[in-house]
């Protein structure tokens, strides 16, 4: 009997020796498995990552893109808006130079009759325009139109008075005879 226990255990240890190494094959071949496994899963997720990232990447240079087109639309409206505005300042002092030219020397839109009017002793009748002076003896008293409302004129300014050079009133200066405004043929 003891020889039947002996060889059961001697098969039973042979058989431990082969059945381990062979359980120990299948777990190491499982492992590599389990790590090839997980490897192709770690690629795979670096390839997404990279991926991801790439696209994160296109993704902010279309905004930045599109941002810097923004502040390229926006210099352009502010360029657009300083010429509309230069624009307007332009057709503005246009028009006020035009203004200022009507009311310098302007065609009466009404005639009025008043007397006869000549000339001092050796001068003539000769048109005047704005900016020039008009000389000493046309400045006197009797050339002077103190009623301008009458004749539909402009109160003159302080320092200023009408004066009736031939069928034209003249805005003169009392101080220099400059001639600030002409309304041509006011008089008949």
């Given amino acids: 009997m003891k ?6 255990m001697t098969s039973v240890l042979a058989l431990s020796a082969v059945a381990v190494p ?3 094959a299948q777990d190491r071949g499982r492992d590599r498995y389990e790590q090839r496994q997980e490897r192709r899963e770690d690629r795979q997720e670096r390839r997404e990552d990279r991926r991801e990232y790439r696209e994160d990447r296109r993704e902010f240079r279309e905004d930045q893109r ?13 360029r657009e808006w300083r010429d509309d505005r230069r624009d307007w300042r332009q057709d503005q002092r246009e028009w006020a130079r035009h203004q200022r030219d009507i009311h310098r ?3 009466a839109q009404q005639r009025y009759r008043a ?13 005047y ?10 400045r006197s008293r009797t050339y002077v139109i ?20 031939g069928d034209d009133a003249v805005l003169v ?16």
């Fill in 3 to 8: 020889t039947f226990v002996a060889a059961a």
């Fill in 22 to 24: 062979a359980a120990q």
């Fill in 66 to 78: 599109e941002r810097w087109e923004d502040r390229a639309e926006r210099r352009e409206d502010r």
């Fill in 105 to 107: 020397w302007r065609q």
């Fill in 115 to 127: 007397g006869a009017w000549y000339a001092p002793r050796g001068y003539a009748y000769r048109p």
């Fill in 129 to 138: 325009g704005y900016g020039q002076v008009l000389p000493p003896v046309y």
């Fill in 146 to 165: 103190y009623e301008p409302y009458r004749y539909r004129l402009a109160p003159p300014p302080y320092g200023y008075a009408w004066h009736r050079y």
């Fill in 173 to 188: 200066s009392l101080a220099t005879g400059v001639i600030a405004a002409v309304v041509a043929g006011l008089f008949y």
